[in-house]
């Protein structure tokens, strides 16, 4: 009896000392309405496994998964932890639900995709001391169009945006609540997943949007029309910039790839995100 009641007791005071952030890259990080993951460079720890020095501002990509993916798979992708760990920043994988992410018009409606997002920008700050002003949102196909109506609804929640082969979905919102955002977008001309012009899925039920008229609406909302777009080649990219009224940027890039994406160009936004910010 006293050696099971000391176990016990060893046990209750072994977890109640572990730090309240005691969540990572193997263990969920539990919100009120799902959970996500968080791999934190080794800039950001102590040898006690705590946070170091919490007065250094710190910055995260939230990388939204694509379809069927889900935080652990986000986690087990190297490259991505090696572009973050570059940076010196988070990166934080939210968890879809049986690994797709709803929004207004999605395919699938499981939950409130905004309410969750805020959820996690929530815990980000109190548990890890990540403020949303220095997080940037980016994704993969379905998780691009999370990340556009993101950059729509929650704009002001955020750094700026880098969605991946994926858009808003039919019907498009002619304007959208938050202000023009940061955003850079990528796109392969010969994705057949997700095209340029979008397609029709589920028999025709549901419709993927046009890329071009997304950033249409986006343009047509607040971006100097009178101001040339900025065009450049930067690798197997061709991009097109046009600057915000407001003083950020809209970018289309192109490749002539499929539906892929590469962590480079992650690491390439927050480099032009940290830019326009002053980081």
């Known amino acids: 009896m006293f050696r099971a009641s000391f176990l016990i007791s060893l046990l209750f005071f072994g977890l109640a000392s ?9 263990t969920d990080c539990e919100v009120q309405n799902g959970n996500y993951r968080i791999y ?27 379809w069927k993916g889900s935080s652990g798979s986000t986690m087990n992708n190297r490259r991505l932890r090696e572009a973050a760990s570059d940076l010196g920043i988070a990166l934080v994988a939210p968890n879809g639900v049986d690994g797709a992410w709803s929004y207004p018009q999605s395919p699938v409606v ?19 001391g990540i403020r949303s002003e220095r997080v940037m949102a980016a994704g993969f196909s379905l998780g691009g169009s999370m990340v556009w109506n993101l950059s729509c609804y929650l704009g002001d929640q955020f750094a700026g945006f880098s969605p991946i082969a994926g858009t808003f979905w039919v019907p498009l919102p002619t ?14 001309t010969k994705d057949g997943t997700f095209p340029l012009a979008g397609r029709s899925v ?43 009224c407001g003083g950020g940027v ?27 910010k002053g980081w």
């Open 18 to 26: 572990l730090p309240a952030a005691a969540c990572g890259v193997r």
């Open 40 to 66: 934190l460079p080794e800039s950001w720890t102590n040898g006690d496994g705590g946070l170091a020095d919490p007065s250094v501002p710190r910055g995260a990509v939230l990388f939204f998964h694509g």
């Open 110 to 128: 499981e939950r409130d995709g905004l309410a969750y997002t805020q959820a996690v920008l929530d815990d980000l700050e109190q548990r890890f």
């Open 175 to 188: 304007s959208c609540p938050s202000d023009v955002p940061n955003l850079i977008h990528y796109h392969g």
């Open 202 to 244: 589920a028999n025709g039920r549901f419709q993927q949007g046009d890329t071009l008229r997304s950033l249409d609406m986006w343009k047509s909302q607040g971006t100097c029309e009178t101001e040339e777009p900025q065009l450049t080649i930067s690798g197997a990219l061709h991009c097109e910039r046009r600057s915000a």
């Open 250 to 276: 809209l970018e289309l890039c192109l490749h002539d790839g499929g539906h892929i994406y590469r962590a480079d160009w992650i690491k390439r936004s927050w480099k032009i995100l940290a830019s326009i």
